[in-house]
């Protein structure tokens, strides 16, 4: 039914913070492991680019697992959704639709919003740090 294809995703429909939660312990403990083998680098650009490409792949893993949380929206588009009044049988059918609409979006935005803070808190600011480190290593050298 219309209803069950709407609430399909990647990962199980339960609430995405059940799902984003473990991901973030697990990512920060591999982070944290592999930041103090980083940070004992003596070069300090080394060092700066090296920091830069771990946080790149935590972030990369994180958003992966936000991609997961994302409704399988192709099937809006697809499945026999009422095309006309006639087609509403009951109230009851309409309300599901609409329901099943509404997880649909719900989900999509709540998957937007930790997309969003994690891009622009965790990928701006380590992109504001390596940039920072680059300028400092290269005053150094003139």
Request: charged share 20%; proline share 4%; glycine share 2%.
């Amino acid at each position: 039914m219309l209803s069950e294809a709407l609430s399909k995703t990647v990962l199980p429909d339960v609430n995405e913070i059940y799902i984003i939660g473990p991901a973030i312990v697990l990512i920060g403990i591999l982070f944290f492991a592999f930041r103090v083998r980083i940070v004992r680098e003596s070069d300090p650009l080394r060092k700066a680019f090296r920091l830069y490409e771990l946080h790149l792949a935590a972030i990369a893993a994180f958003l992966t697992v936000v991609w997961f949380t994302f409704p399988i929206t192709s099937v809006l588009r697809t499945v026999d959704y009422p095309k006309a009044v006639e087609n509403i049988r009951s109230p009851e059918e309409l309300l599901e639709v609409l329901q099943s609409y509404n997880r649909a979006l719900v989900r999509t935005a709540a998957a937007l919003h930790w997309f969003i803070l994690v891009f622009v808190a965790w990928f701006l600011l380590n992109t504001y740090r390596f940039c920072k480190a680059v300028v400092s290593v290269l005053s150094e050298k003139e």
